[in-house]
């Protein structure tokens, strides 16, 4: 009789155990899931400002003019949003590297991206600086500065991009 006790307690025990394992299996599939979206739509929004940032600058470049206030204004805030989506890009993407693979010793090609994000990274955060400081006394950003980093970042992101699909092939 106390024998059959311990035993169903045994059971009991491993059932619960159970139960916490899968709930926290739940948990992890439910993370990894919530956080390839938000990497996947802060992607959306990085490209989406090199490639409507590097088109406002272009035309009016080609044309030979600066951009006015309002159009200085939207590639401010596109700035900002670039920046933004690039925090969330690194964030996800180090909690992802550690619930799917436990770090970052991935393989070269994940190396490569993440010092190719990197650089990117340091790019926004130089051309929203220089963005605000021009902003601030009145100015137009300077051409050749906003041309070479917009050049660079393009070039930036398709590396990391390839990168991406060469690691996790
Ligand atoms: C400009 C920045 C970035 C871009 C454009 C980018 C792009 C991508 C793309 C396209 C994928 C999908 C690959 C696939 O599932 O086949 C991906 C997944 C992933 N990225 Fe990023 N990424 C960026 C930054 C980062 C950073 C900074 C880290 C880590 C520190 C990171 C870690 C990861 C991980 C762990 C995955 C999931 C891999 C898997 O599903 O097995 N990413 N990224």
């Given at each position: 009789m106390?024998?059959?006790?311990?035993?169903?307690d045994?059971?009991?025990f491993?059932?619960?155990t159970l139960?916490?394992?899968?709930q926290?299996?739940?948990?992890?599939?439910?993370?990894v899931?919530l956080l390839k979206?938000?990497?996947y739509?802060?992607?959306?929004?990085?490209?989406?400002v090199?490639?409507?940032?590097?088109l406002i600058?272009?035309v009016?470049?080609?044309?030979?003019?600066v951009?006015?206030l309002?159009?200085?204004?939207?590639?401010?805030?596109?700035?900002?949003?670039?920046l933004?989506?690039?925090?969330?890009?690194?964030?996800?993407?180090?909690l992802?590297s550690?619930?799917?693979y436990?770090?970052?010793?991935?393989n070269?090609?994940?190396t490569?991206?993440?010092?190719?994000?990197?650089f990117?990274?340091?790019?926004?955060?130089?051309?929203?600086?220089?963005?605000f400081?021009?902003?601030?006394n009145?100015?137009?950003?300077?051409?050749?500065i906003?041309?070479l980093?917009?050049?660079?970042?393009?070039?930036l992101?398709l590396i990391?991009?390839?990168c991406?699909?060469i690691?996790f092939?």
């Amino acid at each position: 009789m106390i024998k059959l006790e311990y035993i169903s307690d045994i059971l009991f025990f491993l059932n619960q155990t159970l139960d916490l394992f899968l709930q926290f299996d739940i948990m992890r599939i439910m993370s990894v899931i919530l956080l390839k979206f938000f990497h996947y739509l802060a992607i959306i929004f990085s490209g989406g400002v090199l490639v409507g940032g590097g088109l406002i600058q272009s035309v009016y470049s080609k044309a030979n003019q600066v951009p006015d206030l309002h159009i200085s204004k939207i590639l401010k805030i596109l700035g900002y949003i670039g920046l933004l989506s690039l925090i969330i890009l690194w964030i996800t993407g180090i909690l992802l590297s550690n619930l799917i693979y436990g770090g970052f010793a991935i393989n070269s090609a994940f190396t490569f991206k993440i010092i190719a994000a990197a650089f990117l990274l340091i790019l926004s955060f130089i051309i929203n600086i220089h963005i605000f400081n021009s902003s601030k006394n009145n100015k137009p950003p300077n051409k050749v500065i906003m041309k070479l980093v917009s050049m660079s970042s393009r070039a930036l992101i398709l590396i990391v991009l390839i990168c991406a699909a060469i690691a996790f092939k």
